[in-house]
């Protein structure tokens, strides 16, 4: 810990206590029972559990995953954010936030109870259960701490077993005591520091380069004649990192379903989110207060590590681990204490995104394969003490990761494309009655075969030697619409083959849920041509939402990039839109109350 400055130290070592003592003044409330140590006893407000989530989505990772993709990528890395996220997250947060919320789950697997019979329940229970615990949030929490050490090692000069050891203890005894509503507080606090640091980070950047126009004209002379692409605000058609059909792929992989299952490998913890939430109202300020802060927060660290590119350039080369990129830059850009600051906040980002992932992990474990498959009659106790334990066995699968994997965004790839297998089915079980069991089934085990027969086979076939076997490996934007194709294909004509579920089962999820789309045959009569309306109507007031966070992300970066004129217009265009948008989706959620 040589590279460590005795101010940085303290700083760091106050707020680990700090993190301490936030748990053991939870650690009542969280220990009463199930709902509260896992749900916050249902009284968590919308735009807390948003700032929680983007903590739990991004917050290391972005300085490290995306920091790296900045120097590889240049202005145009917005678009790798802003399509994975943006329309996908306000589609969940106008058409599905307020039914999931209104249904008051436990977990939001309890749903596959409601919609479909017994067995593809408990199958689909089971799977969900045990990818989420035994794939998703270990992959998750792995790259998390991965991240941490990335940032460490170049800032400070600390080992990967030196920053684990700083990190996994307070994380664990955290979470342990805290619960849910610990954890989100904690991620509050860490968000603030953060978003703080990255703010100074910013303008020390800034003044380094002295100013912005002095930057753009350091960036011009190193890359302005063989990578005039760093400026670009959109992908370019041919990249090798990130081209405009890997955008088109990332959107349409990640939108098309996003919201009808509230456990996604991509996010699996937003259904802990919504069910959370005080109000269905309150579920849906949820996805908003999620986008706009990842924004913020991607936008101030994305922007510096582009200028970064001018510092090191060799960055950009193949072989060299880019993911180190903003830990040099607080290493060189930082003075004592400011670095101390950002770095405990990058920690407690870390130590809450893992215990956030513990949390829900042993949530889903606990409920959906220990206590449906193996003691069903036992005490509230009894199933805190085993999520504990259940904790430990996630953290113990994340350390392998850790130390198995080299660069984030390969770990991020691979579970967003499993994930985008079957996000389209997602869609239909909400708005199609005569998706039925089946096809639930084809679509979530059978598309996590084609994506293996995809993604992975010709993979397989290199590795053993066969000739020809490179040929068949397709860039993974080409994979994803390829799996989502073939596993959309194949759950159609699964449902359609086969008898669709009981009326009465149908019947009885209709009128717990009321779902919108093609429900005429279970509806009240006053409803009955409503059809696909009102989903195209929140589609459209999803789309301005995503119109005016585009702007607004495309209008700052254009402020960096010293292009004032387009910048101003652009954000004074988004923040139109975003009243547009906030009077618009206000409206549509009293259409969904006066529709109930």
Known sequence: MSNLNQIDLWIIIGYFVLMIGLAIWHKRFASANMENFFLGGRKIPGWLNGVSYTAALVSPDAATGYGGLAVATGAFISWWYMSRFGLALFVAGVLFAFFWRKLRLFTSLEFYDLRFGPKTASTMRLWIAARTAFIAMPAWTGITLLAACKIMEPAFGLSKMETLGLIVPVSFVFVFLSGYRGVVISNLIQMSIFLIGAVVLAIYTLIYFGGAEAMVGQLT???????????????????????????????????????????????????????????????????????????????????????????????????????????????????????????????????STVADNLNFGGQVLVSDIYKRWFVKAASEQHYLKMGRLAMVLILSLAMAVVFQVTFIVDVAIFMLQLSAAELSANWAQWWWWRFNGPARLAASLGGAVIFILVVLGPKLLGYLGLPGAEALVLPWWWQTLLVVALTTVLWVTVALLTK?????????????????????????????????????????????????????????????????????????????????????????????????
Request: with cysteine.
């Open 500 to 596: 669709p579920e009981p009326d009465a089962l149908l019947s009885s999820f209709y009128n717990k849920a009321h779902p919108m789309g093609r429900w005429s045959r279970f509806t009240a009569y006053k409803r009955r041509d409503e059809g696909s309306a009102p989903i195209w109507r929140g589609l459209g007031v999803a789309l301005v939402g995503f119109a005016a966070a585009c702007l607004l992300v495309l209008g700052v970066t254009d402020l960096w990039f010293a292009r004032y004129v387009n910048g101003t217009v652009e954000l004074v265009m988004s923040s139109i839109l975003f009243v547009i948008f906030k009077r618009t989706s206000s409206k549509f959620l009293d259409f969904l109350s006066k529709r109930i």
């Open 221 to 351: 002379a190193a890359f302005g004649e063989t990578n005039p692409e760093v400026f670009q605000l959109f992908p370019p058609m041919d990249h090798e990192v990130f081209p405009l059909m890997a955008a088109m792929a990332w959107m349409v992989g990640q939108t098309i379903g996003y919201g009808g299952d509230a456990a996604p490998m991509g996010g699996a913890m937003e259904g802990q989110r919504i069910l959370s939430t005080r109000s269905p109202r309150e579920a849906m300020t949820m996805y908003v207060t999620t986008l706009l802060t990842m924004f913020v927060l991607l936008l101030l660290v994305t922007l510096p590590s582009i200028s970064a590119m001018i510092l090191w350039p060799e960055l950009r080369e193949a072989g060299h681990d880019r993911e180190l990129v903003y830990g040099k830059l607080m290493k060189e850009m930082l003075p004592a204490g400011m670095i101390g600051l950002l770095a405990a906040a990058m920690l407690a980002a870390t130590m």
